[in-house]
């Protein structure tokens, strides 16, 4: 059975202090992996896509990487606006199927 | 601004009672997706339209249903509301299939009397 696992649930930081994030995975066949950012009581905010094992991508503070089994998402010198949830999702070759992991709860302490 | 913007922001509707809520875009995507997402958990796709094509999530309830007249709109109907119904519902959209980069409008956060 396809499983998005995240981790931490929730991770609490503060200001200028590096970590990261994990979304591990177990697919029968990956289409796509997504990383959203959520924060109360509005809809995610796309950040990026991986295909394969071996990619990434970056973005102002965060850094997105990509094996066979799992992604990171790395954030460097975090601020307090980096406060939000991180959702990762897979797309799968499984009836085509989406969804997304339980996500992580990030805190930027200033 | 391009935006996925979603009608009304908050509803109340009575156990059993049908409800419909809307999405609109001005994007020019051809994909809508529709969520629910309860309190503290992650977002669970429902369907998706294609253009005019019509995509169930295999464990999506008869309950709800979809419809899409143009490419701008496309509406979540649910039949009989139930207390378990009570959750965001978030509309998406993206330029092509293949669940590429989605946009989300803010949600519609439903509660069931």
């Known amino acids: 059975e396809d499983q998005v696992t995240q981790s931490p649930e929730a991770l609490r930081l503060q200001e200028g202090e590096s970590s990261s994030l994990n979304c591990s995975y177990t697919?029968?066949?990956?289409?796509?992996l997504f990383w959203y950012r959520q924060d109360p009581g509005k809809g995610p905010e796309f950040l990026f896509t991986?295909?394969?094992a071996g990619e990434e991508k970056e973005k102002e503070r965060l850094k997105a990487t990509l094996t066979k089994k799992e992604s990171f998402l790395h954030i460097t010198a975090p601020k307090p606006e980096d406060s939000a949830t991180y959702l990762c999702?897979?797309?799968?070759?499984?009836?085509?199927?989406?969804?997304f992991g339980t996500g992580t709860s990030l805190t930027v302490i200033p | 601004d391009a935006m996925v913007i979603q009608n009304p922001r908050y509803q109340v509707t009575q156990f059993g009672k049908p409800v419909t809520l809307s999405c609109s875009q001005t994007?020019?995507?051809?994909?809508m997706y529709w969520y629910q997402q309860k309190s503290s958990q992650a977002p669970k796709l429902l369907f998706h339209?294609?253009?005019?094509?019509?995509?169930n999530e295999a464990d999506t309830p008869d309950n709800f249903q979809s419809r899409r007249p143009n490419t701008s709109f496309c509406f979540l109907d649910i039949r009989s509301p139930g207390l378990g119904d009570a959750a965001m519902y978030l509309c998406?959209?993206?330029?092509?299939?293949?669940?590429?980069?989605?946009?989300f409008g803010p949600g519609t956060r439903l509660t069931v009397l």
């Open positions: 998406a959209t993206s330029r092509n299939p293949g669940h590429n980069e989605q946009f």
């Open positions: 697919v029968s066949g990956l289409r796509g």
């Open positions: 991986l295909y394969s």
């Open positions: 999702a897979v797309h799968v070759n499984t009836g085509n199927q989406f969804y």
């Open positions: 994007l020019n995507h051809n994909v």
């Open positions: 339209y294609y253009d005019k094509d019509f995509n």
